[in-house]
Every structure is written in structure tokens, then in C-alpha cells.
T-cell receptor
Framework: GNSVTQMEGPVTLSEEAFLTINCTYTATGYPSLFWYVQYPGEGLQLLLKATKADDKGSNKGFEATYRKETTSFHLEKGSVQVSDSAVYFCALRGGGSNYKLTFGKGTLLTVNP | EAQVTQNPRYLITVTGKKLTVTCSQNMNHEYMSWYRQDPGLGLRQIYYSMNVEVTDKGDVPEGYKVSRKEKRNFPLILESPSPNQTSLYFC????????????FGNGTRLTVT
């Protein structure tokens, strides 16, 4: 079945530091890939997505590129802000009959001023 | 505004007392799903529905029921709640399309004593 593995947290950075959160996946066929963000006390919000190999999703300074050869979808941001502190989830959709979204376990990011 | 609305946000109940968590979406989405989020386990799918009157089990359906009588509503029913159902619950909706992201509600934090 489908699975997503993302780097364990927590990750603690200083403001303006470079962020990478690694995500790799296992899936049959050609899934779509997503990053979601969960701010404290809130639901999950879509951050970005990519639906085919070599696509780059981007939003709010975050980027991730769909790499089929390495089955990866790493999240990056060049300069993080305190307001980026949240839990980040990598997820995939595809390869099955129920359109299920399969999540990684989440990575807690804390950005200090 | 396009949204998924869950109620209540917080619920404390006792073992065995039947409860319903409501979920409604205003985006005319065919697909709706319930997830639970637990520390260390991430998000796991409970039930899903691909259209009106079509529902099926996800990964952790035991102890839960759902119904889909109308396209916009997808309530989650716990007939006899137990303490191991204490969790954070999310309802989500989307088009029936692997490329379509899931839109999430703000969550219901359930405590069963």
C-alpha cells in the first residue's frame, strides 16, 4: 500500500534560516503529492501540491519538487519566519480506489526570533 | 466562503453515551472523509464517502458509523464511545479526483471519560 515517510521532528530554527523537511513516499502508479500545514489549534491547510513528476509546487515562499526517480517531495523555504511555526505534513493521493489521502506523521517546526 | 464546518469544536462525554459529530461542506464536493489524529500516529482515515448513499470503511472504522443522505453532510456517529476514542477528529471533502486536495474542517476534540 501507499506510505509516506517524513523526517522526525521537532525542528528548531532561528528566524531567516533555511528550512528543509524531507519527505519520501511509496506508492503504486503516479500519485499526487501535497504538503499541508497545521497551525496550533487549527485544522490542516493545503500549503502546496504537485501532480506529476518534475512539477514544482510553491506557496508563501515554500517550495517542493516532485522527484519520481528518488520518490521524494522535500519541502524547502529560504528564510523562515516566526509565523511559520507549525506542524507540516507530507501526503499523497493515488494508487487506490478510494481517493484516500495518506499522510506522513508530521514535523513540528519552531522558529525562534 | 468555501469551507468545511464541523461541530462541536470540543466535546467531553462519558463511556457509552451516544454522540454525533456533524460535518457540512458548501463546495458541492462528491468525496468526504473522516480522520482522527493521535500523537505519534499521525492522521488515520476512519470512513469515507464517494457520493450520496455511498460510504466505506477506512483504516480504523471500529466503533464508528457514518451516513451520507445529502451531498453536503457527512456526520460521524459514535454509538457507544469508549476512552480509546479520545482524539482529535477532522472532516474533509474534495472532488473525486486524485489531483484534488482535501479541504479540512477545524477539528473536533473529543474526550471520553
Amino acid at each position: 500500500g501507499n506510505s509516506v515517510t517524513q523526517m522526525e521532528g521537532p525542528v528548531t530554527l532561528s528566524e531567516e534560516a533555511f528550512l528543509t523537511i524531507n519527505c519520501t513516499y511509496t506508492a503504486t502508479g503516479y500519485p499526487s503529492l501535497f504538503w499541508y500545514v497545521q497551525y496550533p489549534g487549527e485544522g490542516l491547510q493545503l500549503l502546496l501540491k504537485a501532480t506529476k513528476a518534475d512539477d514544482k509546487g510553491s506557496n508563501k515562499g515554500f517550495e517542493a519538487t516532485y522527484r519520481k526517480e528518488t520518490t521524494s517531495f522535500h519541502l524547502e523555504k529560504g528564510s523562515v519566519q516566526v509565523s511559520d511555526s507549525a506542524v507540516y505534513f507530507c501526503a499523497l493521493r493515488g494508487g487506490g480506489s478510494n481517493y484516500k489521502l495518506t499522510f506522513g506523521k508530521g514535523t513540528l517546526l519552531t522558529v525562534n526570533p | 466562503e468555501a469551507q468545511v464546518t464541523q461541530n462541536p469544536r470540543y466535546l467531553i462525554t462519558v463511556t457509552g453515551k451516544k454522540l454525533t459529530v456533524t460535518c457540512s461542506q458548501n463546495m458541492n464536493h462528491e468525496y468526504m472523509s473522516w480522520y482522527r489524529q493521535d500523537p505519534g500516529l499521525g492522521l488515520r482515515q476512519i470512513y469515507y464517502s464517494m457520493n450520496v448513499e455511498v460510504t466505506d470503511k477506512g483504516d480504523v472504522p471500529e466503533g464508528y458509523k457514518v451516513s451520507r443522505k445529502e451531498k453536503r453532510n457527512f456526520p460521524l456517529i459514535l454509538e457507544s464511545p469508549s476512552p480509546n476514542q479520545t482524539s482529535l477528529y477532522f472532516c474533509a471533502s474534495s472532488l473525486n479526483d486524485y489531483n484534488s486536495p482535501l479541504h479540512f474542517g477545524n477539528g473536533t476534540r473529543l474526550t471520553v471519560t
